[in-house]
C-alpha cells in the first residue's frame, strides 16, 4: 500500500488518550491495544450494562459495531500518518460467535487499499483467542476533509 | 392479545433508547447525548448501528410476539450503510420484516432524524430465529 512520504505522523498510541476519552467511545471505555504499520488493534473492556441477553450474560452487538467503527478509523489515520475527518460509507459485521461472558473484545481493523477519497478496511474481532474470532467486519471510509470533485 | 416483549436490551438502556411508538410496527428513539457523540455536534456511526440493530430485532420480537412464536434470536449479519452525518437531535428508527422464515429472519431498517422520508442510515441484517430452548438430547 503507498504511504505518504511527507512527514506528517499518526501514531495511534499517542492519539488514543485524546480520541478515546470523549463522546460515545468514551462512554464506551474503548482503549488502545497495539498497531503495525496499516492495523491498529482497540479493546472494549467488560462491562455489566452492555449486555444484549441479561440472562446468558452475552455482549450486545452494538457495542462490538462502534469498536470495530472506531478501530477501523484508527486504523485509516496510521495508514495515512494523519489525522483527517473521514466519514463511514459503509459497515459490514459477521457475527461468528457470541463473546463469553465477562471478556474484553479486542478488534484489530486494517485498512488494505487508500484512494484520493476512500479507504477500505477489514478486520476481526475477537475475546482472547485471534484465531478465535467472535465477529469479521469490513468497511468503507470517505475523506470529508476535502470539496467533492465535480 | 399477546404481552408484549421487552425490546430493550440494557445495552439500548444505558444508550438511552426508548420506544417512541407502535404507529405501522414498532420504532425506537435514541435522544442525542455526548454518550452517542462522535465527531464534536455528530452522532456516532456506532451509536446509529446500535439503534439500527435494537429496532431491527424489535420488529421480528414484536412479530413473533403477535403469532405467539417462542423464539430466541441470534445476530448473524449487519450491514450499515450511513447516509448523511447525524445531527445533535433525536434519532428514529423502525425495522421492516422483508422475510421471516423458519430458520432466519431478514430484515431492513432506517434511522431517520427530523424526515422520515431522509433516512441517516439504514441496515440489511440477518437474524438467526432459533427455538426456544434446545431440542432434547442436543446440549
Known sequence: MNRPAHGSTFDPAQAAPLLLRLGHVG???????SHGDDWTELV?????????????ELLATG????LCDMASGMAIWNAMARFVPI?????????????????????RARCYTLTRSSAFVTGTAHD???????????????RIDRPAVA | MSVQPDVLTPYARALGIEVAGMDGGIALVLPFASSVEGRPGVLHGGAIGGL????????VQ??????????????????????????????????????LGRRVANVAVEAWQADRAKPIATAVMNIMVAPARPPLGSD
Open chain 1, 27 to 33: 462512554w464506551l471505555g474503548l482503549e488502545y491495544h
Open chain 1, 44 to 56: 472494549l473492556p467488560w462491562r455489566d450494562d452492555l449486555l444484549g441477553d441479561s440472562e446468558r
Open chain 1, 63 to 66: 457495542p462490538i459495531v462502534s
Open chain 1, 87 to 107: 466519514a463511514t460509507l459503509d459497515l459490514r459485521v459477521d457475527y461468528q460467535r457470541a463473546a463469553r461472558p465477562r471478556h474484553a473484545v479486542h478488534a
Open chain 1, 128 to 142: 482472547g483467542d485471534s484465531s478465535d474470532p467472535v465477529a469479521r467486519f469490513s468497511g468503507c471510509f470517505m
Open chain 2, 52 to 59: 439500527l440493530e435494537t429496532a431491527g430485532y424489535a420488529a
Open chain 2, 62 to 99: 414484536i412479530t413473533l410476539a403477535e403469532q405467539e412464536i417462542e423464539r430466541r434470536l441470534k445476530p448473524i449479519n449487519v450491514t450499515v450503510q450511513f447516509l448523511s452525518a447525524g445531527r445533535p437531535h433525536p434519532t428514529y428508527a423502525q425495522g421492516r420484516i422483508v422475510r
